[in-house]
T-cell receptor
Framework: DTGVSQDPRHKITKRGQNVTFRCDPI?????LYWYRQTLGQGPEFLTY????????KSRLLSDRFSAERPKGSFSTLEIQRTEQGDSAMYLC??????????????FGPGTRLTVL | AQSVAQPEDQVNVAEGNPLTVKCTYS??????LFWYVQYPNRGLQFLLK??????LVKGSYGFEAEFNKSQTSFHLKKPSALVSDSALYFC?????????????FGTGTRLLVSP
């Protein structure tokens, strides 16, 4: 399967714990995006990377959230001191900019986080 | 600011009948428009997009969408619905300006196709 993969698919944690999610984009996709989706809502943008550089962060991304893409391939999203309001589906997407008309973001299956 | 409206929380249609899922958008400049489908506990699956060119865009699984600039709409259509089309559908927009990178999604429309 050459699509976007995310790990883990499900995470249950207690309030106050730290969690880390991983995203592996489609090979050679230089842009990688993180979104958050809560129940009954569409995905909301969190942040994106061009290669290893984090170019934009949403105001939704509080100080407790940090994302990295150290080698321009996979990315991690860490949430520190989790709160119940962090419970959501975290979606990763990737795309290439090498074809100007491609512009399509391809999404992974998501990581569902439940904070107890 | 970019925004998307999907006015219907749910659309019900009988199998074999045509379906329409509505979407209107607001964006500065020209829009890039997308439809995605989401099955339970799954990520989003790309269906089709409008970037430029013909206003009628054809996509996966027999779906198509019509871009209407004057009405700022991008409705999703299918001539004959299948039960397996039952899912959650999201419309998304991004401004064509390279300064806009994020997709802005609507709240989704649940499509229910009855046998």
């Amino acid at each position: 399967d050459t699509g976007v993969s995310q790990d883990p698919r499900h995470k249950i944690t207690k309030r106050g714990q730290n969690v880390t999610f991983r995203c592996d984009p489609i090979s050679e996709h230089n842009r990688l995006y993180w979104y958050r989706q809560t129940l009954g809502q569409g995905p909301e943008f969190l942040t994106y990377f061009q290669n290893e550089a984090q170019l934009e962060k949403s105001r939704l991304l509080s100080d407790r959230f940090s994302a990295e893409r150290p080698k321009g391939s996979f990315s991690t999203l860490e949430i520190q001191r989790t709160e119940q309001g962090d419970s959501a589906m975290y979606l990763c997407a990737s795309r290439t900019t090498r074809d100007g008309y491609t512009d399509t973001q391809y999404f992974g299956p998501g990581t569902r986080l439940t904070v107890l | 600011a970019q925004s998307v409206a999907q006015p219907e929380d749910q659309v019900n249609v009988a199998e074999g009948n045509p379906l329409t899922v509505k979407c209107t958008y607001s964006v500065s400049g020209n829009p890039y428009l997308f439809w995605y489908v989401q099955y339970p506990n799954r990520g989003l699956q790309f269906l089709l997009k409008y970037i430029t060119g013909d206003n009628l865009v054809k996509g996966s699984y027999g779906f198509e969408a019509e871009f209407n600039k004057s009405q700022t709409s991008f409705h999703l259509k299918k001539p004959s619905a299948l039960v397996s089309d039952s899912a959650l559908y999201f419309c998304a927009v991004r401004g064509a300006n390279t300064g806009f990178q994020k997709l802005v999604f609507g709240t989704g429309t649940r499509l229910l196709v009855s046998p």
